[in-house]
C-alpha cells in the first residue's frame, strides 16, 4: 500500500508540467497496489493546482500558504516539506529534478535523514521501489533502490508520460510549521535569468540548431523561428560543447529532456544521445541537407535542404500566419 507525495512546482503562479508527469506515473503504481497519491503545495492561490492535480491522478491536495511561503525560499519550502513527510508518512516524495527540487531534495532527506535519489528516469514498485537514473554523464543507467521508510526522489522533466484520470483531488490545509522568526534569510523577490523566454522542458513547440549551423552567428536564425512560434530555442551538444550557445539550451542524454507537441531539428544529426532527449515528442520535423541522416529515422517530416534556405522562409510564413 504505498502512498506517494508529489510536489507541485510554481514559479509566480505558473505550475510546473513536471509535477502532472509524476502524478500521472505514481497514479499508476497505487492503483495496482492499493495506494495514495498526495500532491503537495506550497504558496498563496492553490485553485489551479487542485483542478489540476486532481485531473492527473491525485486523490488528495495538501496545502500551505502565507507570509514565508508565497515566494520560494529554500529554507521555508524545505521545512514544510519535511514537517509533511514526518506528519503524514508517504513512502515517497517526488520532487522535479529541476533548479528548485535539485536544491529542496537533499535539503528535505537531511531534515527527515532518509534516502535521497536524483534525477530518476523510470520508477517501479514490486514490493519496493526500485528507480532508474543516468550515471557517468549519461553513458549508462543504474537502478537504485532506497532503504529508508520514506525516500526524496527528484524526476527527470519529461521522463514520465501525462495520463490524465479526470479525478478530483480533495484539499486540506496543513501546518507547515515554519517560525518566520527563524528563517536565516528572507526571499523578497525572484528574477528569471532567462528574461521571459520559454523553458525548454515546459515547451509545447522547440526549435533546435545543431552544428550544421556553422558558428554562433546563425543561432539567431534558431531563435528567430522559436520567438515567431512562441517555442523554446534548443541546441545539440556540439553547438554546446562549441560554446555557441549556453548548456542550458542543450537536449538528449546529457542535457535535457523534451517532450513538445512539436520540435525542428535544423542541422542536428540525429546521434542517439539527442534522440535520447527529444524522440518522445510527438511531431519531428528534421531539416538537413544530408538525405541519408539518421534524424530522418524519426522524423515525422522530413525537409532535405540547406538549412539556411529553409528557416527565413519557415520564419516568415510563420510570421504572416500568425498575423
Ligand atoms: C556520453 C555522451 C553524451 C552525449 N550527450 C549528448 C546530448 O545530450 N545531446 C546531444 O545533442 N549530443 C550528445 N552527445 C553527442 C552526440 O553523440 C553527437 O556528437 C551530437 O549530437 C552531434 O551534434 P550535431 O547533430 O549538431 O552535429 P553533427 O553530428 O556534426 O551533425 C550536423 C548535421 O548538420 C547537417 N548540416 C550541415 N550543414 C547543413 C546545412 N547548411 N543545412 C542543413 N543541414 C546541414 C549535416 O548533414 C549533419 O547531419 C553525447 C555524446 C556522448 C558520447
Request: charged share 20%; proline share 3%.
Amino acid at each position: 500500500m504505498p502512498n506517494i507525495a508529489v510536489f507541485i512546482e510554481q514559479r509566480d503562479g505558473n505550475l510546473k508540467k513536471v509535477a502532472w508527469q509524476m502524478l500521472s506515473e505514481a497514479r499508476k503504481i497505487t492503483d495496482a497496489n492499493d495506494g495514495e497519491v498526495w500532491a503537495v503545495f506550497l504558496g498563496d492561490d492553490a485553485s489551479a493546482a487542485t483542478t489540476e492535480a486532481g485531473k492527473y491522478g491525485a486523490h488528495k491536495i495538501f496545502t500551505a500558504g502565507g507570509e514565508n511561503l508565497s515566494t520560494f525560499n529554500s529554507e521555508a519550502y524545505g521545512t514544510a516539506l519535511a514537517n509533511f513527510c514526518k506528519n503524514n508518512n508517504p513512502d515517497l516524495l517526488l520532487l522535479g529534478s529541476t533548479a528548485m527540487g535539485k536544491d529542496l531534495g537533499p535539503k528535505v532527506a537531511a531534515k527527515l535523514e532518509c534516502g535521497c535519489i536524483s534525477d530518476a528516469v523510470g520508477m517501479t514498485f514490486d514490493g519496493g521501489f526500485e528507480f532508474r537514473r543516468p550515471i557517468f554523464a549519461g553513458k549508462c543507467f543504474v537502478d537504485v533502490t532506497s532503504s529508508t521508510s520514506c525516500t526524496v526522489v527528484s524526476v527527470r522533466p519529461n521522463a514520465f508520460m501525462l495520463n490524465e484520470v479526470g479525478g478530483t483531488a480533495a484539499a486540506e490545509s496543513f501546518d507547515a510549521g515554519i517560525d518566520g522568526g527563524n528563517l536565516k534569510a528572507i526571499v523578497k523577490s525572484v528574477e528569471a535569468a532567462t528574461g521571459g523566454k520559454v523553458e525548454l522542458t515546459e515547451a509545447e513547440v522547440v526549435v533546435s540548431g545543431g552544428r550544421g549551423i556553422k558558428g554562433p552567428e546563425n543561432y539567431a536564425l534558431i531563435e528567430k523561428l522559436a520567438e515567431t512560434l512562441g517555442a523554446a530555442s534548443g541546441a545539440s551538444r556540439a553547438v554546446v560543447d562549441a560554446e555557441w550557445v549556453d548548456y542550458s539550451h542543450q537536449v538528449g542524454q546529457t542535457g535535457k529532456t523534451v517532450g513538445p507537441n512539436l520540435y525542428i531539428a535544423a542541422g542536428i544529426s540525429g546521434a542517439i544521445q539527442h534522440l535520447a532527449g527529444m524522440s518522445s515528442s510527438k511531431c519531428i520535423v528534421a531539416i538537413n541537407k544530408d538525405a541519408n541522416a539518421p534524424i530522418f529515422k524519426v522524423a515525422d517530416y522530413g525537409i532535405v535542404a540547406d538549412l539556411f534556405d529553409v528557416l527565413p522562409v519557415l520564419t516568415d510564413e510563420v510570421g504572416k500566419l500568425k498575423g
